[in-house]
C-alpha cells in the first residue's frame, strides 16, 4: 500500500527541517526521511562538532599563554575523550530538540531509513526498524546533503585514513597527523589538534593554501599557522601512500625539486565533498545531474521535473549552512506567499574558524581586479585596534574592497578575533548601500572591534 503525502523531503538538515515545519503549519502532510541522524552535516559532523571542539582546543591554547595576560597556570594537559565526550553531548541535545520539534507536530511524519526513487513521484524506504515502506507526494524536496571526497590515491584503500566526520571520534591525540589539502576543513583540524598536542603536517597540491582568497590572507594565515608549529607544504603531490609493520602511514609526496617520505601516525583526507546522489536511484525520476553529480536546478531551486526541488549541499554552489537555510526561505516564500525569491545575485557570506577567524562576504581582490572595476584596498592590521592590542588578539587585518564611483563596499575579507562579527557588521552595510565616507564619520562604542571601520576607511591602501 502507498501512503500519499502533500510533500516529501529527503533529509533533515538546515532546510529540509525548517521546511517541514512551515509546510506543517499550514496543514500540508509532510513526510520527511532521515537515513540516520536528525540535523544534517551541520550538527552531526560540522558546525556543532567542529566549533565545539575548536572551543576546546582555543581553551588549550589560552591556558598556554596565560603567563601574556598575568596568569601563571601549570601542567596543561589535553583529555581528548573528554573533549568528545562534550562534543558528542552537544550533538544529542541538539538531536533531542529537532526529534521533540518533529513530534509535536500533528502534520509531519518523520521516516528513518534509507530512501530510494521507484518512479518518478514514488519513493520506497528501507526502514531502520526493518521492512519497507512506499511512499508517494506532489511536492518532493531532495535535501540529502553531501559527504567527505576520497581521492583515487594508490594505497589509499588499504590504510585508516581519517574523514572529517572520523576524526572527531578519535579518542588520544594523534602524534603526527598528516592532513591531504590545504582548504578551510584542513585548516580548522590542521590548528585544532595542533593545539591539542599533535604535530601536524598540511599537503597541498597548489602553490599556496586557500586558493579562491587572496594572496595577502593565504600568506598571512599561512604565518599564523606556521608560528604554532604547522608544517605547511606547498605544490606538494601526493603519489602514494601505504601501512607499515607498526601501523604507523608512509606517505610518498613529490615537489618541483624531490620526491620524500612523510611517516605519521594518522592521515586525514580533506580534499572537498560530493554530493549525496549515488544512492537515490535518480534516473527513476528523470532529475538531470551534472558531471560532479550535483542536482542541476534553476533559479528556485527547482529541478527539470515539475514540483521537485534540491536544497543545500546536494546542489552545486557554496556548501554552507547559511545557504542551505535561505533555500528553505526562498522555497517556502515562493510556495505559501506567491513570492518571487531566486538566489541570483544572493550574497554568500562565509566564516572559517581558525583562531583568529577570516570571515569573507563579496568580492576580494582578485575577483574586482578581474572584472576590471573602479576599486581600491582599504586595509587595517589588527595591531591598530585597540581592543585588539587590550585583548591580546593583535593578529591579522581587515580589507575592504570600495567602489571608487559609488563609495559602496564591493566585499571584505576579515582575519581577526571576531572575524565573522565584523564582517556581519559590512555586510549589513552592503546591504544598505551604506558608503564608506558616510561609515567613517560615524560614532561607535569605544573599545569594540567595531569602532575600527572608522579607522579602516580613512586610508587606501597602496
Not at 550538527?43 to 581553551?59: D, F, L, R
Not at 557588521?425 to 544598505?432: A, I, S, V, W
Request: one cysteine or more.
Amino acid at each position: 500500500m502507498i501512503q500519499k503525502f502533500d510533500a516529501i523531503i529527503i533529509g533533515t538538515g538546515q532546510a529540509g527541517k525548517p521546511l517541514a515545519q512551515r509546510l506543517a503549519a499550514e496543514g500540508w502532510q509532510v513526510a520527511i526521511i532521515e537515513k540516520e541522524f536528525v540535523g544534517g552535516t551541520c550538527i552531526n559532523n560540522g558546525c556543532t562538532p567542529t566549533k565545539a571542539m575548536v572551543s576546546s582546543a582555543k581553551m588549550a591554547f589560552q591556558a598556554r599563554r596565560s603567563n601574556e595576560y598575568g596568569i601563571n597556570t601549570n601542567n596543561i594537559i589535553v583529555n581528548l575523550a573528554a573533549v568528545v565526550e562534550r562534543k558528542d553531548t552537544i550533538i544529542k541535545n541538539a538531536r533531542k530538540s529537532i526529534e521533540k520539534g518533529f513530534a509535536n507536530s500533528q502534520n509531519i511524519q518523520l521516516i528513518y531509513g534509507k530512501a530510494t526513487f521507484s518512479e518518478n513521484k514514488t519513493l520506497t524506504i528501507e526502514l531502520s526498524s526493518g521492512g519497507t515502506q512506499t511512499i508517494t507526494a506532489t511536492y518532493i524536496f531532495i535535501n540529502t546533503g553531501a559527504r567527505p571526497s576520497i581521492p583515487d590515491t594508490p594505497g589509499l584503500s588499504t590504510i585508516p585514513f581519517l574523514t572529517s566526520t572520523s576524526i572527531m571520534k578519535l579518542d588520544k591525540v594523534p602524534e603526527h597527523l598528516v592532513i591531504i589539502g590545504g582548504s578551510y576543513i584542513a585548516l580548522e583540524f590542521g590548528q585544532m589538534f595542533a593545539r591539542f598536542g599533535s604535530k601536524v603536517t598540511i599537503l597541498e597540491r597548489s602553490d599556496r593554501i586557500l586558493q579562491k582568497e587572496d594572496d595577502d590572507i593565504s600568506e598571512e594565515i599561512s604565518k599564523i599557522l606556521r608560528q604554532e608549529g604547522i608544517e605547511i607544504l606547498t605544490g606538494t603531490t601526493v603519489k602514494s601512500v601505504a601501512l607499515l609493520a607498526d601501523q604507523a602511514i608512509s606517505i610518498t609526496v613529490s615537489t618541483s625539486a624531490k620526491e620524500e617520505t612523510i611517516i605519521a601516525s594518522q592521515l586525514l583526507i580533506a580534499t572537498g565533498r560530493m554530493p549525496n546522489t549515488d544512492e537515490l536511484n535518480l534516473e527513476k525520476t528523470g532529475v538531470q545531474i551534472d558531471e560532479k553529480g550535483y542536482i542541476k536546478t534553476n533559479s528556485k531551486l527547482e529541478t527539470n521535473i515539475a514540483h521537485i526541488y534540491a536544497l543545500g549541499d546536494v546542489k552545486p554552489g557554496p556548501a554552507f549552512t547559511h545557504v542551505s537555510y535561505n533555500d528553505f526561505v526562498i522555497v517556502a516564500t515562493n510556495l505559501l506567499e506567491n513570492g518571487n525569491m531566486t538566489i541570483d545575485k544572493r550574497q554568500i557570506p562565509y566564516c572559517v574558524f581558525i583562531d583568529p577567524e577570516f570571515a569573507r562576504v563579496g568580492l576580494n581582490e582578485n575577483e574586482a581586479k578581474r572584472a576590471g572595476l573602479n576599486y581600491q584596498v582599504f586595509k587595517l592590521p589588527m595591531n591598530y585596534v585597540a581592543r585588539a592590542i587590550e585583548a591580546g588578539e593583535t593578529k591579522g587585518f581587515m580589507k575592504a574592497i570600495v567602489d571608487m564611483d559609488t563609495k559602496e563596499i564591493l566585499g571584505v575579507s576579515i582575519l581577526g578575533f571576531g572575524g565573522g562579527e565584523i564582517m556581519s557588521l559590512l555586510q549589513m552595510c552592503m546591504l544598505g548601500g551604506i558608503t564608506v565616507d558616510l561609515l567613517k564619520s560615524q560614532i561607535f562604542a569605544h573599545p569594540t572591534y567595531a569602532e575600527a571601520v572608522n579607522n579602516l576607511f580613512m586610508k587606501i591602501s597602496k
